[in-house]
């Protein structure tokens, strides 16, 4: 049985002197009087495994696949505590050294940008495997966190017919180069859906606890590091719940993640954490409440602040930096926003002016969670969707699930690319997706 890295570490005592196989590709060489030294990874961990072979070999290039029998012995040198004397080494894959050279697979350092520019062999870096390890452990705490506490995974479509934010930033799916819809595939306008909320509310209508995980898509014109044009969203939607119960749920949520990644990608995240940012930023994200605060009175921060901002218009990006990273030094969650700036499904509020909407905001990243209370009243939803002249042909199977009966229902999305962002410490977004698509660029 081929032994992983990781399992050798952790059972180092039980297989010491014993006979082993592991696989895994070189990360560095070195030739030492008759002796090779090789040091592998195989992806399970970010700790390294050193290879003795008792002869001189000059065959194996860095880079190449090995499988490897041999005996687990304690090392002798300072930088490992493990290491494996061969006996039998297969090469798989051997290429020119030559062609490294035109590789990140060189061992020196390289940038993003350059890593980017070969997103097929990123895998195989220390720093990205980290952050697909991380990457890997937040979605397993998310599944066990809506496991554990009564949710059903439901997978809503990828295709739609309408634009859910209303932000018209849609990529369309069409199957001709004309705009002869009869003729198409779908027989009418098509797109990439923007949120699988809608679907989720009629599934939680009837199953009461629901969430969705999967891609959605934006065609924003924004090259900014916190932008993707295909990403990934958490969806949960409850029915019986108000929006006070929807920031409890989507800070107990969130908290969940961050103290469970600090257990699970220990390694990976100290690996990252060369000044412990890191670890100081998540441990500050435990220790806070987050504050709660309604937009009118951001407003009113922001212009003694010597914004120039006025009620009724949108929070950008600056406003947010300046609030949880000067003004409040802690998270915040913005509630009870103008109805003209947020969507029609949104719960209009008692004042009229307002709906029972909320955005959590992190440093470093900005809104990581926007969600509401839905407008479950049939007579207003219709009044919202005439109000904000939408198509009541294309959302009337949405409308009907307040017509056959209906409750006070609530959901959040929660923006999966920007939570692994903040837990890595990442820059730009795109460091943390395998395959980043943003404006301008398909990074393959």
Not at 79 to 104: M, P, R, W
Not at 198 to 213: D, V
Not at 372 to 388: H, T
Request: hydrophobic letters at 40%.
């Amino acid at each position: 049985m081929c032994n992983t890295i990781k399992q050798l570490f952790k059972t180092n005592t039980i297989l010491i002197n014993k006979k082993i196989l592991v696989k895994g590709w070189v990360k560095h060489k070195r030739i030492n009087k008759l002796k090779t030294f090789l040091i592998i990874n195989d992806g399970s961990t970010i700790k390294n495994l050193q290879i003795i072979l008792e002869k001189e070999d000059k065959t194996i290039n860095l880079g190449v696949y090995l499988k490897i029998k041999g005996r687990l012995v304690f090392s002798k040198g300072k930088k490992q505590t493990l290491e494996l004397v061969a006996n039998h080494i297969k090469i798989y894959g051997i290429f020119k050294s030559k062609d490294l050279q035109n590789t990140i697979l060189q061992p020196k350092k390289h940038s993003y940008k350059k890593l980017r520019e070969q997103s097929y062999l990123r895998f195989r870096t220390n720093f990205f495997s980290s952050i697909m390890r991380i990457r890997h452990n937040v979605s397993y705490l998310i599944h066990k966190y809506f496991n554990n506490n009564g949710f059903y995974y439901i997978h809503t479509p990828i295709i739609t017919n309408y634009d859910t934010e209303g932000s018209s930033n849609l990529f369309k799916v069409t199957t001709f180069k004309t705009n002869d819809l009869k003729s198409d595939f779908f027989g009418e306008n098509a797109y990439l859906t923007v949120s699988g909320q809608m679907h989720g509310e009629s599934a939680a209508l009837g199953l009461r606890k629901i969430y969705t995980f999967g891609p959605v898509f934006r065609a924003e014109q924004s090259k900014t590091p916190r932008h993707l044009a295909e990403f990934w969203m958490v969806e949960p939607e409850i029915a019986f719940f108000n929006l006070k119960n929807n920031m409890f749920l989507a800070e107990e949520f969130i908290k969940y993640i961050i103290k469970n990644i600090l257990i699970l990608s220990k390694d990976d995240i100290e690996s990252l954490d060369k000044t412990n940012i890191i670890f100081k930023n998540l441990t500050n994200i435990l220790k806070q409440e987050f504050k709660r605060i309604q937009y009118s009175q951001v407003i009113r921060i922001l212009i003694k602040n010597g914004y120039d901002i006025n009620w009724g218009q949108d929070i950008n990006y600056e406003h947010e930096k300046f609030l949880v990273e000067s003004y409040f030094k802690a998270p915040i969650i913005i509630f009870n926003y103008p109805i003209d700036i947020k969507p029609f499904y949104m719960r209009k509020n008692k004042d009229k002016t307002t709906v029972a909407a909320m955005d959590i905001i992190f440093p470093n990243v900005g809104e990581i969670i926007g969600g509401s209370q839905r407008e479950e009243r049939y007579d207003i939803l219709l009044s919202q969707i005439k109000y904000f002249k939408l198509n009541s042909t294309i959302l009337e199977w949405y409308i009907n699930t307040r017509r056959f009966s209906t409750v006070p229902h609530s959901g959040f999305g929660l923006g999966f690319d920007r939570l692994v962002q903040f837990i890595t410490n990442m820059k730009n977004i795109k460091e943390v997706i395998p395959f980043p698509r943003s404006i301008n660029k398909i990074y393959t």
